[in-house]
Nanobody, 124 residues
Framework: QVHLVESGEQWAQPGTSLRLSCAAS????????MGWFRRTPDKLRDFVAS????????YYLYSLKGRFTISRNNSANMVYLQMNALEPEDTAVYYC?????????????????WGQGIQVTVSS
């Protein structure tokens, strides 16, 4: 399984932007479909976005589409989550995830490898 480590700024004011990064190692990165999930204090882990192996296709939680953008750089073994117009409700622990089957899923159980998560707080 691929090893995943999230990084990035962990605090932002409402209305601003923030980008998360996820570094992959221990596998052939381009073999993996990649996703981002998030967990708020009172909820299960929710799907955010996913991306195909070559980056041509993406899939978003409908309510986040237009504010969040997922991308990847296969040469650098990295996947990114650009988050714009941040809201306090975006405060959560964000997780990077990988699977070999599909990008077109929002199910946590379809992903095999997970990062440790990174806390993002949006507040003034």
């Amino acid at each position: 399984q691929v090893h995943l480590v999230e990084s990035g700024e962990q605090w932002a004011q409402p209305g601003t932007s923030l980008r998360l990064s996820c570094a992959a190692s221990g596998g052939t990165f381009s073999d993996y479909y990649m996703g981002w999930f998030r967990r708020t204090p009172d909820k299960l882990r929710d799907f955010v976005a996913s991306i195909s192996r070559n980056g041509d296709d993406t899939y978003y939680l409908y309510s986040l589409k237009g504010r969040f953008t997922i991308s990847r750089n296969n040469s650098a073994n990295m996947v990114y989550l650009q988050m714009n117009a941040l809201e306090p409700e975006d405060t959560a622990v964000y997780y990077c995830a990988a699977n070999r089957r599909t990008y077109y899923t929002l199910e946590e159980r379809d992903y095999d490898s997970w990062g440790q998560g990174i806390q993002v707080t949006v507040s003034s």
